[in-house]
């Protein structure tokens, strides 16, 4: 899916979906949109909903759709969630060494390939570590977090991973306030791997430097703050005094929509609309 996206020049969104509803707010914006995408959810989000049970729905919400969607677990830290999942049907898996030392984060990723490439799924890793947004953190990211291309390329080649998560001055978690990207950066990483690149921090990317990133070889752009506030937002008004809504489907259907929308946007943003043939 990534390397189509890198020769037709658009990313695919990956989207976080923290329950049923959120499953299909991507999905019919796929669908809606004709675009692949791929279902993001980590093991916050799994202790929340139940492995087995979020499996469940979202891999036949993959299954049956008209698009191709992925489902994708982000930012393990163990081999073990990592083998859960694939036990239970996610066909991709992003695997966050990005604390560790570099040589102990190739020695754990390369684990995590080994294991999920000798059942057909595919790993994506981490180098460098893109900061989370708190309250009151500068939205400048450090020099020192950020992917050094020399050890992106040794990283590449010695895990053998399917796609590279970079740190080019993205930041998770920002909402009306924009990441400054170093777009040299990531022209020199492009530039030494041949893997599909993919960022973090989708919501807080300015729409210019998106069509930047992809120009530069990034294939997948991961989202998930943008989407929380549209599906709360939409519970919010659904909930509210004046809205006469009282019943548990019509609240839930309303946020859905929020949710809806705003993957539409990002698909049309990140190009990947009319993409799903
Ligand atoms: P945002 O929540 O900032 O959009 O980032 C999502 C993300 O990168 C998940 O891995």
Redesign the pocket.
């Known amino acids: 899916m990534l390397r189509k996206a890198r020769c037709e020049g658009y990313a695919v969104g990956g989207f976080?979906a923290w329950n049923l509803e959120l499953v299909q707010s991507v999905v019919n914006a796929a669908e809606g949109e004709c675009s692949p995408a791929v279902l993001?959810i980590n093991q916050t989000g799994l202790n929340y909903a139940g492995l087995e049970y979020y499996a469940a729905f979202a891999k036949k919400a993959a299954e049956k759709a008209t698009v191709p969607i992925v489902l994708h677990l982000?930012?393990a830290q163990n081999l073990e969630l990592v083998t859960q999942c694939i036990r239970c049907g996610f066909s991709s898996v992003m695997f966050d060494g990005s604390a560790f030392p570099l040589e102990t984060n190739i020695e754990l990723t390369r684990k995590v390939v080994e294991a999920a490439h000798g059942v057909g799924v595919s790993v994506e890793a981490e180098l460098g570590r893109v900061p989370r947004a708190g309250n009151g953190l500068p939205v400048e990211v450090s020099e020192a977090s950020m992917t050094d291309p020399d050890e992106a390329r040794r990283f590449v080649d010695t895990t053998g991973i399917d796609a590279l998560a970079v740190s080019v001055g993205t930041v998770?978690?920002?909402y009306k306030r924009y990441a400054r990207l170093d777009f040299n950066r990531l022209k020199r990483i492009g530039d030494l791997t041949d893997v599909p690149l993919v960022l973090?921090?989708?919501?807080?990317i300015p729409d210019d430097a998106v069509h930047k990133a992809v120009e530069l070889g990034v294939c997948k752009i991961?989202?998930?703050?943008?989407l929380r506030r549209a599906y709360l937002n939409g519970l919010k008004g659904a909930l509210g005094n004046n809205s006469g809504k009282n019943d548990v489907m019509d609240v839930l259907a309303s946020a859905r929509l929020e949710a809806e929308n705003v993957v539409r946007g990002k698909m049309r943003l990140f190009r990947s609309a009319g993409k799903a043939d």
């Open positions: 976080y993001l982000d930012h998770h978690g920002l973090h921090g989708g919501t807080g991961n989202v998930g703050e943008a």
